[in-house]
C-alpha cells in the first residue's frame, strides 16, 4: 500500500515506473477501483491543495513501482514559483475531471452490460500500451462497480452471442459490431 | 510444471478455508503443509471456479483482453 483513505495527507506522488491502483472501500469492504496510473501520471494532487485535508482513496502498487513522494508544502511552493509546473498541473486537473465525470456517467446512465462493452472494446483497442493488461474478473467487476457474480454472467452471455471468447488467459473480442451495439444499449 | 497460465493463490489473503479444493472440478488442489496447493497444475482447465468461490478473493485468474 502507498497511501490509505481517511490518512492526514503529506504528500503528491509522480509514478516513475510500474503502476499503481487508485480505489475506494465500502464500509462493508466492497471495492471501487478509479483508476490505475502507469509512468508519468500524478496522484493525491486533490487533498495536497485542501488545507487538513485527508487523503480521498487507497493507493496500492500493482507491480514493483518507482515512486516520487513531493511534500505537500514543497508542492505548494512549486506551484507558486514555477508558473510553467502550475500550468501543468492544472492541465494534468483537467483530464483528471473529464475522465471522473466520463466515470460518473457510466456509472449512473449504463447498465453493467454496456459499462463491460465499453471496457472491453477500450482496452482491446488500447492493445495493452496503458500499462497492465491482465485483469482478473473481480477486477474488471470492481472497475465498472458491480460484483464478480454479475460480471461473469454479462460475460459468458456475450460468450454464447458470439461477441468474444473466453479462453484460457485470453478474453478474445470476436465480434466488433455486435459489441458496439451492446455498448450503445442498441440491440 | 506447466507453461500455461494458472491461477495466482495469495497466500497472505488465503485462509485455507479449502472451499477452491473442493470445489474444483479437477481435483486440482489440494491442502499441502496448511497451505493451498496446486498439486495438478495440469488438470487445471482455468474455469474458474476456485475464484469465483473463494470467500476473501485469494485467488486471482488474469486474463489479456484482445481482438481475435
Redesign the interface.
Known sequence: MVIWQGDPCESVFFVISGEVEIFKLSPAGREQILDRMAAGRWFNLVPALIVDAKNQANVRTLIESRLLSISRSDFTRLLVEVPAFGLAVNRYFAQRLAHMTNLVESLSLYTVRQRLAQF?IS??DA??SGGT??????DIANRLGTV??VL?RALRRMADEGM???E???????D?EKLQRAADGDE | MTD??LPIIDSKKCTVCGVCVDICPELALEVEDGQISLASPKAC??C?AC??NCPV?AV?????????
Not at chain 1, 484460457?168 to 470476436?174: D, Q, S
Not at chain 2, 486471482?60 to 481475435?68: D, F, G, N
Open positions: 472491453l482496452q482491446a492493445g495493452g493488461v491482465r485483469w482478473t474478473q473481480s464478480r457474480d461473469g468474444l471468447r473466453i484460457r488467459e485470453k478474453i478474445l473480442l470476436v466488433r | 500455461q497460465a482447465t482455468y474458474g475464484e469465483e478473493g486471482r485468474l488474469e486474463y489479456v483482453i484482445r481482438w481475435a
